[in-house]
């Protein structure tokens, strides 16, 4: 079995895990949120001013181990100007 085989199967396998998409959504909303500060010229100091909290709050949020809550998650698309709106995917709309 060729080494680029291997990964996409092993790929395909992750796909299949609901942790694979749960970094996966973390990654897209993080996205997302970095796109709208950009947008906005904010920073994550600049965020927290907006949020009335500490920047070391707003950077936790962003740290690859952190797990925002959906109310935590709303204050902060709210601080942007910005609603939170979470969807339920088909897995077949999801793998294609």
Same mark, same amino acid.
């Given at each position: 079995?060729?080494?680029?085989?291997?990964?996409?199967?092993?790929?395909?396998?992750?796909?299949?895990?609901?942790?694979?998409?749960?970094?996966?959504?973390?990654?897209?909303?993080?996205?997302?949120?970095?796109?709208?500060?950009? %947008?906005?010229?904010?920073?994550?100091? $600049?965020?927290?001013?907006?949020?009335?909290? /500490?920047?070391?709050?707003?950077?936790?949020?962003? $740290?690859? $181990?952190?797990?925002?809550?959906?109310?935590?998650?709303? /204050?902060? %698309?709210?601080?942007?100007?910005?609603?939170?709106?979470?969807?339920?995917?088909?897995?077949? /709309?999801?793998?294609?």
């Amino acid at each position: 079995m060729k080494i680029a085989s291997r990964y996409k199967n092993a790929f395909e396998d992750a796909r299949q895990s609901h942790e694979y998409w749960a970094e996966s959504a973390k990654l897209e909303l993080c996205r997302q949120l970095v796109g709208a500060m950009r %947008a906005l010229g904010l920073s994550q100091e $600049d965020l927290a001013l907006r949020l009335g909290r /500490e920047t070391s709050f707003v950077k936790q949020v962003f $740290d690859a $181990d952190y797990s925002a809550t959906v109310p935590i998650l709303s /204050e902060i %698309a709210h601080g942007l100007g910005m609603h939170l709106d979470i969807r339920l995917v088909p897995n077949a /709309e999801a793998t294609s």
